[in-house]
């Protein structure tokens, strides 16, 4: 006997969705048992949005669904039970028990031991019966004492800890949430925290949190009609806490920009305790829209000792921050090149370096560079058969800037330099590197303000931004289109 998920709906008559959930909870382990058990008739629990939807209609609770509608209200569809089917995505959830009080509206889906084509009696479902005793038990606690705004805020804060010592894993074990919420007030006056084992010792000195957004931008340009280019933001939100007591608690907000890239593809570490489902389910599969969630990114946590990565996210920024064009043309022994590269105007033009690499895999060493530079300077490794451009710290005003030369290179020798495929044609290529100090691509940060930290003293709060470039290359546009390098984005 287990419950799939728990809902608490606040009903509001004349708002544009008729409700709001105030508390939901699913539980994974049991999703799993359920599409085992119910096989090909297996239907997943939708998202909040479209079950509140679905809910209020079959109840009749929706301000716009008052008339009649045979596959709701006809004499074959008469329900005694509080036990209904809703129609999600084309496909029916069943069962899901569901019932009115004071003005919230109480629902949960019981698991089904068993296929549900065909249907099986209720009486028959044990876990219904354990549904049914979850929400009354989780009405007399809400409404045990008189009813006041505040103080039923404050206790629906109180179910998730609640009923993980009530309902674990989904399994009912005492329906009296009171003596939970005793028991959890009483362990924590009388007992000391015990050690957790994944927790080697305690820090011990002055508190700080120390939180670092590293945004690495991946590139291939190409200049070709044939060929679109690609660009990625890949970002990593490091930690390091030091607080004093055995299990500190922290909440850490990513927030960005009104013209912000929303995050997406977010991975989080296992000391993260819980997460927003609209977090989870952002992916870069999926087109963007305006509907895309863009945040606050809230990380509720137990830290351990060590420094960690708290999460990681991937973001579809609309331009890379420096568009580049790059021309390579082959005369004999020579080679012209030609390079323009601009910074969009968006990036904050403040590095702490940036250089271009120009390499010639498959020849001999560099004899001679004749080269005209509109912005920094040009260095010659001539054994590497590299040129690197210098460009420093800052673009000029007009953010754009240009190479153009032509290089002359001596006798190849074969046994110290075997061919390569690349660098020749269509794989020639220009590579740059650079890394700009307190800026993000997307615009996420994490506000000092925002930090919440339930631990002995007040921490000191710092926190760093910074992009650096990786696997950002530029392909010579004269040749033919080259062949794509997967592993180059990965």
Known sequence: MAQRAVWLISHEPGTPLGGTVRFSRRYPTVEKRAKVFNGTSYVPIPEDGPFLKSLLFELRLLDEDRDFMESRDSCSRINKTSVYGLKVGGEELWPVVAFLKNGIVYACVPLVEQTLSPRPALISISAISQGFELLFGIQDFLYSSQKIDTELNTKLSQLPDLLLQACPFGTLLDANLQNSLDSISFASVTHPQKQPAWKAGAYKGKPQVSISITEKVKSMQYDKQDIADTWQVVG??????????????????????????????????????????????????????????????????????????????????????????????????????????????????????????????????ITHVEYKVSFGQLEVFREKSLLIWIIGQKFPKSMEISLSGTVTFGAKSHEKQPFDHICIGGTAYLKLHFRILDYTLTGCYADQHSVQVFASGKPKISTHRKLISSDYYIWNSKAPAPVTYGSLLL
């Open 236 to 365: 990593t939100v490091t930690c390091k806490c030091d607080l004093e007591g055995i299990m500190p608690n922290v909440t850490i907000s990513l927030s960005l920009p009104t013209n912000g890239s929303p995050l997406q593809d977010i991975l989080v570490h296992p000391c993260v305790t819980s997460l927003d489902s609209a977090i989870l389910t952002s992916s870069s599969i999926d087109a963007m829209d305006d509907s895309a969630f863009s945040g606050p990114y809230k990380f509720p946590f137990t830290p351990p000792l060590e420094s960690f990565n708290l999460c990681y996210y991937t973001s579809q920024v609309p331009v890379p921050p420096i568009l580049g064009f790059y021309q390579m043309k082959e005369e004999e022994v020579q080679l012209k090149i030609t390079v323009n590269l601009k910074l969009h105007e968006s990036v904050k033009n403040n590095f702490e370096f940036c250089e271009a690499h120009i390499p010639f895999y498959n020849r001999g060493p």
